[in-house]
């Protein structure tokens, strides 16, 4: 089993300015690094319509719907760091966004990850502008 989280799943600096433009770009990375099929990004923008995957001090979740579970390949994570930030709800802005392709009994281990991480703003902060992938990769592939 490889990584949850590699360099070719982290972009750094993006400048998407839409929620929809950063779950697509978050969801293409997974398809690009063959971890899921493509219409699983499908899947994260519809989740999207029905309820907000933002869970606070600037990051957001995006994951498909239950019915997407069978275009996962294998159990990953996507970063989107968007150091200028993108309106998410409210008009908060999300400097991270974490695209997860995962069964429901991993994404659990998953999302208690990130909450950790979350939880420490200055972590978040220092994730959303550092210019290395591997500080992304060493917070989030636990």
């Known amino acids: 089993m490889s990584r949850i989280l590699t360099e070719e799943l982290v972009h750094l600096d993006s400048k998407v300015k ?6 697509q770009a978050a969801g293409e990375l997974l398809v690009q690094a063959g971890r899921v099929e493509a219409p699983y990004v499908l899947g994260m923008l519809e989740r999207e319509k029905t309820m907000s995957t933002m869970i606070g001090n600037g990051v957001a979740i995006p994951h498909g719907q239950f019915p997407d579970l069978n275009y996962i390949k294998e159990t990953s994570i996507s970063v989107l ?12 802005l ?7 392709a995962a069964t429901f009994e991993e994404h659990i281990g998953i999302l208690q990850n990130l909450a950790n991480v979350v939880d420490e703003i200055e972590r978040v902060e220092f994730l959303s502008k550092t210019t290395k992938k591997s500080d992304i990769i060493e917070a989030l592939d636990a």
């Open 94 to 100: 999300v400097h991270l966004v974490v695209g997860i």
């Open 18 to 23: 839409t929620k929809e433009e950063a779950i």
């Open 81 to 92: 760091q968007i150091p200028e930030g993108v309106p998410w709800e409210d008009g908060e």
